[in-house]
């Protein structure tokens, strides 16, 4: 298992970390998403590392912005 934390701007409320955690979640080996509103922080559990292009589409989807480590 394989644990990430990205940073991700524009969230402000609890529908915001539902859909980031949905769309991050629909990623093909991803178990866990936990996401901390007020710090913006989101680990992710994964099988294998993810590809960050995917990870940020996956955030680009749900409306908000990965920033870049």
Same mark, same amino acid.
């Given at each position: 298992?394989?644990?990430?934390?990205?940073?991700?701007?524009?969230?402000?409320?609890?529908?915001?970390?539902?859909?980031?955690? #949905?769309?991050?979640? #629909?990623?093909?080996?991803?178990?866990?998403?936990?996401?901390?509103? #007020?710090?913006?922080?989101?680990?992710?559990?994964?099988?294998?590392?993810?590809?960050? #292009?995917?990870?940020?589409?996956?955030?680009?989807?749900?409306?908000? %912005?990965?920033? %870049?480590?």
């Amino acid at each position: 298992m394989t644990t990430t934390t990205y940073q991700v701007k524009g969230m402000t409320c609890g529908h915001c970390v539902n859909s980031v955690s #949905a769309e991050i979640g #629909a990623i093909a080996g991803v178990s866990d998403v936990q996401v901390d509103l #007020a710090s913006g922080q989101v680990t992710v559990t994964s099988e294998a590392p993810l590809d960050p #292009a995917t990870v940020r589409a996956a955030v680009d989807e749900a409306g908000y %912005d990965l920033v %870049d480590a």
